[in-house]
């Protein structure tokens, strides 16, 4: 039974829908457990008994929100070799274009040897159906790969 962690930050609710979405997309695959967690309330342990990680954001001054960062700070030094090639996917809520998060994201991503697994949701202005509906779609892959050992 494949368990997939979503990390997320979010202040107007936006980012809170995206993350709600990418569970719906876990709850899809048939066993498949989503664990939803705040990311000021996540935990190593979360991330280490994670099959795969969804990590979402707002996009804060060009960067990924402060929660994210600090759970990015707290669990780094401590999951070393633990968390090779976890597969992960990104989802951000931008006033802009989402790019400064972004890259934020998968450089920190590339220290923990993360592996994308799925192309990053970057909903731009107003929250639309067709943004939660790649959501959905990011939680399904990476619940379905998990469970088909394909990551």
Do not use: H, W
Not at 74 to 87: A, E
Not at 111 to 135: H, M, T
């Amino acid at each position: 039974m494949p368990k997939i962690l979503i990390v997320y930050a979010s202040q107007t609710g936006n980012t809170e829908r995206m993350a709600r979405a990418v569970a719906e997309g876990v709850g899809q695959i048939e066993g498949a457990l989503a664990v939803l967690k705040r990311a000021g309330e996540a935990t190593l342990e979360d991330l280490l008994s994670a099959d795969g990680l969804a990590v979402g954001t707002p996009e804060n001054f060009g960067y990924m929100a402060g929660a994210v960062k600090d759970f990015f700070d707290r669990t780094f030094y401590p999951s070393q070799d633990k968390v090779f090639r976890k597969p992960y996917g990104i989802f951000i809520s931008a006033g802009n274009d989402g790019t400064g998060a972004l890259a934020a994201v998968e450089r920190i991503a590339l220290g923990y040897k993360f592996k994308r697994v799925f192309e990053p949701v970057i909903s731009r202005g107003a929250l639309k159906e067709d943004i939660l509906e790649k959501c959905r779609e990011l939680g399904g892959v990476l619940a379905g790969g998990c469970e088909a050992g394909i990551f």
